[in-house]
């Protein structure tokens, strides 16, 4: 089934350490997205990517890198994780500018 | 900068009953916008969007809702809520970069339905 793949789905990591989310497409999207679901503050977005090779940040960049070497991959990287990283975090992609987002499943990550 | 408000945090009604459910928008150009729907520890899907043309958009599960350029808002609504449609919704305004639609979400709302 053609969609958004999310890795993990739920990880528990320690203070300081470094940590990679991973996201995989299959429909060939060129626009890539990463956001953070917090309870009552909705969905925010960190980091996007318009298409292979280019990146751009988002409402709350700080702490978190991207990267986008193929039009299928768009990892989530957390240098050195702090407990207000804990979040649940959303890959998404749209084909274009008037297309609307798919969303993957989440990833639940809680940093102690 | 866009922005969305959504001012109920929580609504309950009955199956049944009709829904509305409110959405204000800020943007300083023509809005792109968009409803999702999410179920406990599930993703995002998407309920229907407004790009252009006819401000009554119909989508999936039975929802619609109306663009009003006037106030501002874009409410979703339903006729006849079914249990099932218990989950948490989410209005977003989509900013453009490129080929990306960078989404702006509101605070969400979250339906209870009673039997």
């Known amino acids: 089934i053609a969609g958004i793949t999310q890795a993990p789905t739920s990880q528990i990591l320690a203070a300081g350490r470094r940590m990679t989310l991973r996201c995989t497409q299959d429909?060939?999207?060129?626009?890539m997205y990463w956001y953070r679901q917090d309870l009552g503050l909705g969905l925010r977005l960190i980091h996007y990517?318009?298409?292979?090779?280019?990146?751009g940040k988002g409402e709350v960049p700080d702490g978190y890198s991207v990267s986008r070497a193929n039009t299928d991959d768009f990892p989530l990287t957390l240098a050195s994780a702090v407990p207000s990283q804990t979040s649940v975090y959303f890959c998404?992609?749209?084909?274009?500018?008037?297309?609307?987002?798919?969303f993957g499943q989440g990833t639940r990550l809680t940093v102690v | 900068a866009q922005s969305v408000t959504q001012p109920d945090i929580h609504i309950t009604v009955s199956e049944g009953a009709s829904l509305e459910l409110r959405c204000n928008y800020s943007?300083?150009?023509?809005?792109?916008l968009f409803w999702y729907v999410q179920s406990p520890g599930q993703g995002l899907q998407l309920l229907l969007k407004?790009?252009?043309?006819?401000?009554l958009v119909q989508g999936i599960k039975g929802f619609e809702a109306e663009f009003k350029r006037s106030q501002s808002s874009f409410n979703l609504r339903k006729p006849s809520v079914h249990w099932s449609d218990a989950a948490e919704y989410f209005c977003?305004?989509?900013?453009?970069?490129?080929?990306?639609?960078?989404?702006?979400f509101g605070t969400g709302t979250r339906l209870q339905v009673t039997l």
């Open positions: 943007y300083g150009a023509t809005p792109y």
């Open positions: 977003a305004v989509g900013a453009y970069t490129g080929t990306a639609s960078k989404l702006t």
């Open positions: 998404a992609s749209s084909e274009n500018r008037y297309t609307e987002a798919f």
């Open positions: 429909m060939r999207h060129n626009a």
């Open positions: 990517s318009n298409t292979a090779g280019t990146t």
């Open positions: 407004y790009f252009s043309g006819d401000t």
